[in-house]
């Protein structure tokens, strides 16, 4: 009984594939806030699974990667919290920017 309990708590509700990732991420909230760097855990069509090490993010807020691969830079909105962890949904795409210094690009 106990095993059926725990597997209905799992479903996946999400429309899309989850893909493990393993990301270095820079969060923003604003142009004159502080960043603070997340590990991407994975990404979905339109989200991503970020562990958070202890930033206080808002709930709207500009998500850059390093390096490149398959996830979109841009603004993203909290869906959910749970400890360490945050679930965002993707809005909008990062505006066209050279990579700073850091080699941090927005765009993904």
């Known amino acids: 009984m106990r095993a ?13 594939t989850r893909y493990p990732l393993e990301r270095l991420a820079r969060i923003r909230a604003g142009t004159n806030t502080p ?3 997340c590990l991407v855990t994975d990404i979905a069509g339109g989200g991503v699974r970020l562990n958070v090490y202890g930033c206080d993010v808002p709930d709207e807020f ?3 990667f390093f390096g ?8 993203y909105t909290v869906i959910w919290r749970l400890g360490q962890e945050i679930g965002a949904k993707f809005v909008r795409a990062a505006e066209p920017k050279i990579p700073d210094r850091e ?6």
């Not at 080699?103 to 993904?108: A, L, Y």
């Open 62 to 64: 500009v998500l850059a």
């Open 68 to 75: 490149d691969g398959p996830a979109k830079g841009g603004t």
């Open 103 to 108: 080699g941090c690009d927005p765009n993904g």
């Open 4 to 16: 059926k309990i725990q597997a209905q708590r799992h479903i996946e509700r999400r429309g899309d």
């Open 35 to 37: 960043q603070c760097y």
